[in-house]
């Protein structure tokens, strides 16, 4: 009990490292990567959403949006312990429990004080080799995680959002009290905060508004360069999304996505499919 204790103390010393971190970013205006969105709360308020200040990638030309890229032999060998790819859909096929395994690796990437233990996030590096994954560092330890709250390519509606599920309340409140700070993505507008932020406490997965939102602010923001720019301040450790471009944009943009198969190997080991958040659409 003590020790659980004494934990929970530190991830809430962990947090307001974060915000007296941030909070000189605050004095900015467009070109501030995170404001307060509501007053209450810590020195940040409970709820933020970062701006992209970096330029997009104009090399990049899309051969046609997908909602995942169809895996290879070896992609499905590493993706055996989390999840699979089921070649008719071209879509994640339901794993034993993805949810947990998300969980478990996300609090296995600390150390015993509580810091990232590998030095390393789960993203990409820029332009990275399509034949081994190759990875970002971590400027700062403070361990994260993103979840992806976009429905395949369709883009969240918060009125949508289902009732947590037990397991994956419970499991969001462990990282929580182990310090891990946990960000919800999505590409809707900042002017949705509110909405956003609204459906996550009514549906159990953020009840007292502890969490971070990143929603797109203008029009050069991409979800990948906000994952970019909150590496900057804290290490995503795990990612749960549906789909490969919730992991990295580039799958979205490949014209032989074959060549990237290796890239699958983050499957079960920081990248995770996992089942949609949202209620199904009614018949």
Same mark, same amino acid.
């Given at each position: 009990?003590?020790?659980?204790?004494?934990?929970?103390?530190?991830?809430?010393?962990?947090?307001?490292?974060?915000?007296?971190? &941030?909070?000189?970013?605050?004095?900015?205006?467009?070109?501030?990567?995170?404001?307060?969105?509501?007053?209450?709360?810590?020195?940040?308020?409970?709820?933020?959403?970062?701006?992209?200040?970096?330029?997009?990638?104009?090399?990049?030309?899309?051969?046609?949006?997908?909602?995942?890229?169809?895996?290879?032999?070896?992609?499905?060998?590493?993706?055996? %312990?989390?999840?699979?790819?089921?070649?008719?859909?071209?879509?994640?096929?339901? %794993?034993?429990?993805?949810?947990?395994?998300?969980? $478990?690796?996300?609090?296995?990437?600390?150390?015993?004080?509580?810091?990232?233990?590998?030095?390393?996030?789960?993203?990409?590096?820029?332009?990275?080799?399509?034949?081994?994954?190759? =990875?970002?560092?971590?400027?700062?330890?403070?361990?994260?995680?993103?979840?992806?709250?976009?429905?395949?390519?369709?883009?969240?509606?918060?009125?949508?959002?289902?009732?947590?599920?037990?397991?994956?309340?419970?499991?969001?409140?462990?990282?929580?009290?182990?310090?891990? $700070?946990?960000?919800?993505?999505?590409?809707?507008?900042?002017?949705? $905060?509110?909405?956003?932020?609204?459906?996550?406490?009514?549906?159990?997965?953020?009840?007292?508004?502890?969490?971070?939102?990143?929603?797109?602010?203008?029009?050069?923001?991409?979800?990948? &360069?906000?994952?970019?720019?909150?590496?900057?301040? $804290?290490?995503?450790?795990?990612?749960? +999304?549906?789909?490969? %471009?919730?992991?990295?944009?580039?799958?979205?943009?490949?014209?032989?996505?074959?060549?990237?198969?290796?890239?699958?190997?983050? =499957?079960?080991? +920081?990248?995770?499919?996992?089942?949609?958040?949202?209620?199904?659409?009614?018949?």
């Amino acid at each position: 009990m003590r020790g659980q204790e004494t934990r929970t103390a530190a991830g809430k010393r962990r947090h307001r490292w974060i915000a007296l971190a &941030l909070l000189p970013m605050l004095s900015g205006c467009l070109g501030a990567a995170i404001i307060p969105i509501l007053a209450s709360g810590p020195l940040l308020g409970p709820h933020h959403v970062r701006a992209a200040t970096s330029v997009p990638k104009p090399s990049l030309k899309p051969s046609a949006p997908t909602p995942a890229q169809a895996p290879t032999a070896a992609a499905t060998a590493a993706a055996t %312990a989390s999840a699979t790819t089921s070649a008719a859909t071209n879509q994640p096929a339901a %794993a034993s429990d993805p949810w947990r395994q998300f969980f $478990v690796f996300a609090l296995a990437s600390e150390d015993a004080s509580g810091n990232v233990s590998s030095g390393q996030s789960v993203l990409l590096r820029d332009n990275p080799p399509l034949d081994t994954p190759s =990875l970002r560092d971590c400027p700062k330890p403070v361990p994260a995680v993103v979840i992806d709250l976009d429905d395949g390519i369709s883009t969240f509606d918060p009125q949508h959002l289902g009732r947590a599920p037990t397991e994956v309340a419970e499991g969001l409140e462990k990282l929580r009290e182990a310090g891990i $700070v946990v960000l919800w993505i999505s590409q809707l507008p900042v002017t949705r $905060v509110a909405d956003v932020a609204q459906a996550l406490r009514t549906s159990g997965l953020d009840p007292v508004g502890a969490d971070q939102l990143l929603l797109i602010r203008s029009a050069v923001d991409r979800k990948e &360069l906000l994952r970019d720019d909150a590496n900057d301040e $804290v290490c995503i450790v795990a990612i749960a +999304g549906d789909r490969r %471009a919730d992991f990295d944009e580039l799958f979205d943009y490949l014209r032989r996505p074959a060549e990237a198969a290796p890239l699958d190997a983050m =499957l079960g080991k +920081g990248w995770f499919f996992v089942p949609s958040l949202s209620d199904p659409p009614k018949a």
